[in-house]
């Protein structure tokens, strides 16, 4: 076997995977109200971005060959009902709009579509009189925040709540406001994951009285389970499958590749971000190496594109 490994070139030419530019989509999180740039404590190397300094990352993330970007945005104010998630004035559809005019068409835009960043208690819906998550009261509210994206200009809306029937009635929506082009990056198998955490600081969201998501995301322990999520969101007109987190699923996103023939994404989420950039602060592992090594394994599972904190640092990398 050793004879296919000996020099550089003969191992790029029989390697089975490669990571490229083309594979990166870079998560970027706006902010109302900030004159300067945050940077995200928990998030080496990540910043809260005004309007004016995401669209100069965005011409930079361009330049470098990056693909696309996921917008998330904090809002000044929130609510019970996520009001500024579908406001055409809200922060995301102002970001939207300003990157569409600064990059045309040379950066895919994805917006994530979810209430979480927007209501007062930070659950992924809105809350019936029980204060549980009120799962067909909040499709009608994704719906909303859907047209306000489209209108905006995303070219994906990508619906994060792991509501039951959101990819339909985000459909349906899109479609009866004259979306037809906009398409859906289903979240679809969301785990209820602890690598979440420096995300909930990079958008400002504790959920009221210390509750969690594990109502309406995955189980980790399900691996079949995440097979029937992508089944009903293909059946009810998504575009592309995600599976999120990464490196402890990967086992998952080698079976929904298997299973279905549209594009699956992959999230390599805050918390793995996280632990790589402390492991690389300590001196423990070779950031480069493993930048590139976490990259391709997620690729080698199956993805065909990859949200990921490293997209930058990668792209640097890749282009050298
Ligand atoms: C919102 C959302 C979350 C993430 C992406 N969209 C947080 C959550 O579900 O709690 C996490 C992303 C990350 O950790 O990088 N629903």
Redesign the pocket.
Known sequence: MRRLRRTPALRRLVAETRVGVDDLVA?VFVREGIDAPVPIAALPGVVQHTVGSLVAEARELRALGVSALVV?GVPGARDAVGSAASDPAGIVQVALRALRDAVGDELVLIA?L?L??YTDHGH?GVLDRGGRVDNDATLRRYGEVAVAQAAAGADFVAP??MMDGQVGAIRAALDGAGHADTAILA?AA?YASA??????E?VD?AIAGGGD?RGY?QDPANGREALTEVRLDLAEGADVVMV??ALHYLDVIAAVRRSVDVPVAA?H???E?AMLAAAAELGVVDREAAVLETLTAIKRAGAQFVLT?LARQAAELLGR
Not at 195 to 200: N, S, T
């Open positions: 998560p998330f994530d979810c979480c960043e992924c994060s709540g979240y969301k690598f979440y955490g420096p995300f909930r990079a969201v998501r995301q999120k987190p999230y989420v805050s918390g971000y904190y």
